[in-house]
DNA sequence: TGGAAAATGGACCGGCAAGTCCAGACTGAG
DNA sequence: CTCAGTCTGGACTTGCCGGTCCATTTTCCA
């Protein structure tokens, strides 16, 4: 519902989210912001961001109006981009430490059941990508923010392979990064397919393919 | 912007839009009911659903506002649920005749080669990821539509699959629908990936690596 | 050709949700 | 203690946008 709404008024203020020091001066002034952020991506990951008002988020975490916009002066879009951050953290963090341990295949299909466990829980409403319809691809953070989640976590995955490398149990004739792009690819979309039909058999096949192509190079 | 408005009203009236002769009786009607559902789509596709109101995809289309209601008595959600539906057709026909015809290796690059350069022509909006967001996965119609796309996607895939298999080109241990789907899954993270970075890496890389693992597939 | 059904134009309504504002309560450094 | 800066409450404003309604024109077919 911000919408139309929420561009003219950011239009019209212009202001941005500075990172530096984002947070408040006083302790409870941060405390406040952050119950504000967590409140908000619990709200949206119930709601979606499309249903999802400035009250909902007022109510569910019982600050008044005046606080909303006082920590994020810029309205409804910088919030939303806090608890963009906030989910984008999130991800990675939830799947460690495997995702930092692919070292052995037995690494790797603990990794691939924590993700498929992660993602079925997570229900039907994925924070990020819905908050790019709001905020739209226009908006200088919000890309990269999804940006840099997808190099880290490209990153982890690749790292996990040349470790495989390194341990001679794929081969070194492989591309790591293009391998790790293709499995981070198949776990996107297999998600994405889950959020619209709620069915993981997809993120399971990409899953296990995925990792079944690493196998059979070990061979070559 | 419908949102919680569109919900409202939804549930007021809680018409359905019904498939069977929702074109109208007359000639002129059909016309201008098609007219208005390609005119929304363009503008959707340009603008993203969360910015597009009703008077756009009006004036857009040269419409009245009793016009759009006559033709989607149910209102947005309903216009939105038939954009889907178009845009759900233009998905595979778009890929035809190469998705038809998946039984060589070079069919099979032409096809990986189509993909790749429809998806970078379209932009960074989803027709369909977005049109989720704003009618939500409650929606009865909407998953519909997904599930079927997505089934019959898959299902070309694997059925090209298939007929490698036939002409000794995989390996007939290969599990033909698991294979498409993890495929399918490497096309559609790619697609979001893109979208929202702006790079059609990941997106070769699932289709690239995709393949190769099917080829890899006809040594053993 | 007449009249019923369909199609169209466009003024109007109502409510909702983002954003504003100011008064008052807290906090913390000097 | 005190006072400047911070934090909080909540009433209020604004204007957008989905949806309604009815008058008028066009189409169709008997």
């Not at 941005?16 to 984002?22: L, N, V």
């Not at 790797?108 to 829980?121: A, S």
């Amino acid at each position: 519902m911000a919408d139309a709404r929420t561009a003219r008024s950011r239009a019209a203020k212009g202001r941005a989210a500075k990172d530096p020091a984002a947070q408040a001066p006083t302790a409870k002034g941060r405390a406040t912001r952050a119950r504000i952020v967590e409140g908000a991506a619990e709200v949206l990951r119930e709601q979606g961001v499309a249903f999802t008002t400035l009250d909902d988020i007022r109510s569910r975490t019982g600050t008044s109006k005046s606080q909303l916009f006082h920590y994020f002066p810029a309205g409804k879009d910088e919030l939303l981009l806090a608890v963009a951050q906030f989910e984008a953290d999130r991800v990675l963090a939830d799947q460690q430490p495997h995702l930092g341990q692919l070292d052995t295949w037995e690494c790797w299909q603990q990794w691939r059941d924590l993700v498929v466990e992660r993602y079925e829980r997570q229900g039907d409403h994925c924070p990020l990508g819905s908050l790019f319809l709001q905020v739209g691809r226009s908006s200088p953070g919000a890309r990269a923010i999804v940006t840099e989640l997808m190099r880290q976590w490209q990153e982890h995955i690749a790292r996990g392979i040349r470790t495989l490398c390194a341990n001679g149990l794929v081969s070194p004739a492989l591309d790591a990064d293009r391998t790790a792009a293709a499995l981070l690819a198949g776990i996107q979309g297999g998600v994405t397919i889950m959020m619209s039909t709620g069915d993981s058999t997809h993120l399971k096949a990409a899953l296990d393919t995925g990792i079944e192509h690493l196998r059979r190079t070990a061979v070559a």
